[in-house]
C-alpha cells in the first residue's frame, strides 16, 4: 500500500509562471483560478515556487508599503523548490513533506519536467485510505489470524514514521529523507551535514538500572537533543542506542556547533550513570559533510555520508568518548 506511486495522487492540472512575471499577475492568477500555490518555471523546468504563505508575507510586508513598486516573483519564490519524481511511492512523499513542513511538492517526469503538482491533502487523503484499508484487512481477519491478517498489520506499521519508543523518527523514514536530501543536494549544489550519535557505555546502563530505566534514559536523551537542534535539523533513532542527526543547508563547521550543543546540554541535564567514568550520561558523535564547493574526494551515495560519519564515531569512542570528531576532508558532491 505505501507504495502508492505518486503520479496516481497528483494534481495534473499545475499552475506555472515565469520567473520575471509580475507579483499583481500572480495575485490575480491566484484569486481567479482559486489556486494555493504557482510554480516557478524555466522552460518546463521549474526553479521556484510561490505558496498562500509567501503572498501573505508579500501583502503585509511589500504591497502595502510601496504600493507603486513593481515586484516579480523571483525575488520572493522559495528557491530552489522541493521536487519529488513521479514514480515516487506515497510514504516517501510523506516523509518529504512532514520532515520539511511544506504543503506542496511539485511532481517531476524522468526529464524533471513539471507534470503535476501533490498537495498536502492528497498525501492526507491516500495515507488515511491506505491505513483504513489495511484496518478494515485486519478487522475482517481478526478471529482467524490467518497469514493475510500478519502481513496486512506489517503494512500498517510500516505506514509509521516515528520510532514508538523515542518519539523521533524510525530508520525507515531516516533513509528516505536522507536519500532525498542527498539527491537534492546533488541538483542544486547545496551543502548537508549528517552526525552520527552514541550514548556511551549505554550497556553498562542497562545492566545496573535495568531495561525500563534504559528506556527512560534514551527517552530523555532524544528529548534533549530535538531541544538542542534548530528547526530546521532532523531527527532519526539509527538502531539501539545510535541516532542520526540529519542537517540540511549547512556547512561541517556549523554543523560541528549544533552537535556539540547537543553533547554539552546532554552533561548539563546530568543524567546519573555510575558505570560510566563520567557519571552521567554522556554522547560521543562522528560528523561528516557533503559540500560542493570544497575537498577533493568524492560521496557518490548518501550511504557513504553515513559510512563517513560512522567512521568517525569509531574516532570519538576510541579517543575517550563523550566528544565530537569531526575534523577531517569536506567531502565533495559528484
Request: proline content about 3%; aromatic content about 6%; some cysteine.
Amino acid at each position: 500500500m505505501n507504495q502508492l506511486p505518486i503520479r496516481d495522487l497528483m494534481t495534473r492540472d499545475v499552475l506555472c509562471i515565469e520567473p520575471d512575471a509580475s507579483l499583481d499577475r500572480v495575485i490575480e492568477l491566484m484569486h481567479t483560478k482559486r489556486r494555493s500555490c504557482i510554480v516557478i518555471v524555466d522552460g518546463r523546468s521549474p526553479v521556484g515556487i510561490i505558496t498562500e504563505r509567501d503572498m501573505v508575507k508579500i501583502l503585509s510586508e511589500l504591497l502595502v508599503m510601496c504600493p507603486t513598486r513593481k515586484f516579480t516573483v523571483s525575488d520572493y519564490m522559495s528557491a530552489p523548490p522541493v521536487c519529488i519524481n513521479q514514480d515516487a511511492s506515497l510514504y516517501e512523499a510523506l516523509v518529504i513533506t512532514q520532515a520539511r513542513r511544506i504543503r506542496h511538492l511539485p511532481v517531476l517526469d524522468a526529464q524533471e519536467n513539471i507534470i503535476g503538482i501533490l498537495t498536502q491533502g492528497d498525501i492526507a487523503g491516500a495515507h488515511f485510505q491506505a491505513v483504513e484499508q489495511q484496518r478494515e484487512i485486519i478487522e475482517r481477519q481478526i478471529s482467524e489470524r490467518t497469514q493475510e491478517l500478519i502481513e496486512a498489520n506489517e503494512e500498517l506499521k510500516a505506514l509509521s514514521l516515528q520510532d514508538a519508543l523515542m518519539g523521533i523518527g524510525n530508520r525507515r523514514a531516516m533513509e528516505v529523507d536522507i536519500q532525498f536530501t542527498h539527491s537534492n543536494a546533488s541538483r542544486y549544489n547545496r551543502p548537508y551535514c549528517m552526525a552520527l550519535l552514541d550514548v556511551d557505555f549505554f550497556k553498562k546502563y542497562n545492566d545496573h538500572y535495568g531495561h525500563q530505566a534504559g528506556d527512560e534514559a534514551l527517552q530523555e536523551v532524544a528529548s534533549c537533543t530535538k531541544a538542542s537542534i534548530r528547526s530546521s535539523d532532523r531527527l532519526y533513532r539509527y538502531g539501539g542506542e545510535e541516532l542520526l542527526l540529519l542537517l540540511p543547508e549547512t556547512l561541517i563547521e556549523d554543523g560541528a556547533m549544533v552537535v556539540e550543543r547537543v553533547i554539552g546540554n546532554l552533561q548539563q541535564i546530568s543524567v546519573t550513570h555510575e558505570h560510566s567514568p563520567f557519571g552521567k550520561l554522556t554522547l560521543s558523535a562522528g560528523l561528516s559533510a557533503v559540500d560542493a564547493k570544497g575537498g577533493d574526494d568524492h560521496i557518490s551515495e548518501w550511504q557513504d555520508a553515513v559510512e563517513a560519519a560512522d567512521k568517525r564515531l569509531y574516532r570519538a569512542k576510541e579517543g575517550g568518548r563523550n566528544q565530537l570528531v569531526w575534523i577531517d576532508e569536506v567531502k565533495k558532491l559528484t
